[in-house]
């Protein structure tokens, strides 16, 4: 009998003992990638890794707090290039990451002022003009953005003889199941509870006790910690920086992955970036077929299963608990 | 003194393209409360459209036509494909706002390969560099057209909401959906006829822009932006406000441009917006939508 007793075990992620053995194989599997998987592939992975923690910090905001932003690719330039220089600087890395987080959260939690008094379109109005503001910033200050030539970011050295991509892959991955265990966390917390029930009724929670005030700024610090260090790890990934990659574009990425993943899950982000990362490497020589591609899965999702890949994996998994009876 | 009315006519004559942008975001929102992110991409296919006639030979006002009346009925059947059943399935604000987005990214793949990236000159009637002295300033004849198209488009939407029966269908189905249905309005096809006309008015937008800039897949996008900037500056649901909202943000951005800073003017314009909205949050002349606890 599958009964399930308390909030936390509700949103524990497996629960029986098999489902808990294979997600503890698939993690291994996944760890043990660089021995057993392509080349090609190790590169891709560790862009999916990194986009993961980004969209899970995005998804904190939308789909938890239910506070739109479109200056995600702000808290990404500010995240990377605190890294780029704190690098340059000569910070070892995860200093280096920490204070990344530490710069874009404080960014987020500065813009997250305006969404004490906004609601719904004037906050995203509000971060999108944030999110302009930075790009315009990065592209014009030359001794923040390197000027013209962008500014190199020194490259990892890779300890124990590993090969600089398997080094890469499972700094990534480790960071990743960093990230993505403490927003599981976090989500079961009070402060899940909190901007859930932010998100649903804002007057009903403050009714409660819930301070709204701190729960929103709590909100954009997290989410945007959680995207000033994925811009680190992108920093680092291209090993490069230059401020055009951080225009809107960039934004829309994430909150493609968000949607697609499905709001309010955290695999679902997971999910929501492999699809953003993998789908237009598979699509090649196609460019103007990813947007296409994009656009097309929103509408699909939103109008055939709106809980995204997240709710298709939750029906998966309860066919299958029910099989071959249904 | 010259000059400052002379930046603040250059900033008028912009800040009308972003007043029939602006217009048009507020026509959807009043009605169907989403923001409309399509809104550059619809602006962007039916001028493309305009573009192809003309150089197939068409004269321009029958190209502006057919652009306007494709661009209103991919509008349309957005409407009725794509957010009426994400309705039924229950999809909240947040949830439209994203089809639009989804609308967005499908009409800028299929622009970039129907058209290709790279940028063209859009013939246009009216000329960029004929300029006649008004006083103390120049005055272009394309900016002086610009001005004249916002306010005709202004003027027919005024008179359409307020002196028609289906402008008074329109308002009483942005004020209360429900008691509107009840009355016996058809909202559906009320609601399709403001999308409709809101990206009618995208279209013109982005005919009268194209010149000023070159043609590419992107070049509405930062007037959409702007638009959405004025659109919110001037409140959300006054459709008075829109036009208050585009010309003042026109006029900010080519002063502050002048007198303070040129590489931050988007900046300042955003800045101002901010301040504007931590004062008002409604805009200025926006009244919200009140919520019941």
Redesign the interface.
Known sequence: MDLVETYGEELRFARKPLARTLLILLLVALALLPWWGPRGWLTRASLVWLFAVGVIGQNLL?GYA?Q?SFGQAGFLAVGAYTFGHLRIAGIPFPLALAGAGAAAGLAGWLVGF?SL??????L???T???G??TY??FA?VEWLSGGRAGLAIPALQPPFGLVRDTWVYLLYYAIFLLFTGTAYNLVSSYLGRALVAVRDSD??AESMGVSLSRTKLLAFAISSFYTGVSGALMAQYLGHLEPQAFN?SES?NF??AV?VGGLASVEGSIFGAAFVVLVPALLGGF?????????????SV???E?LGLAGLWLKTRLYFRLWPFR | MSQLLQYTLSGLSAGSLYAMVALGLVLI?RSTRV?NFAHADLATVGTFIAFSMIKAGMPFWLALGTAIVAGAAVAVVFYFA?LV??QR???G???Q???T??????????T??QWGAEPDRFPFPLSDTKVWQVGPVFVSELSLGTLAAAAAASLVLFLVTQKTRLGLAMRATSENLQAAQTLGIPTRGVLAFAWGAAAALAVVAGVFLAPVLLLDPFFM?DAL?KG??AA?LGG?NSLPGAVLGGLLLGVAESVGGAYVSL??K??LA??L??AV??VR???LLGKEFQER?
């Open positions: 939308i239910g739109i305006p008094r906004l609601k719904g379109p004037y995203a109005i509000a999108l003009g944030f302009t503001a315009q910033i014009n007057i009903a809107i829309m909150f493609v949607i460019r103007w077929a990813v947007p296409v591609l994009f656009g097309s899965a929103i509408l939103l109008i055939l709106p | 929102y923001l794509a059943p994400a399935k229950g999809a604000h947040l949830g706002v994203i089809l987005l989804g609308l967005a990214l499908i009409l800028q793949g299929l970039v390969y996008l932006y959405l900037a919110v959300l590489e931050f988007t900046s955003f800045i917006i901010v909205l931590l949050p409604e805009g606890v």
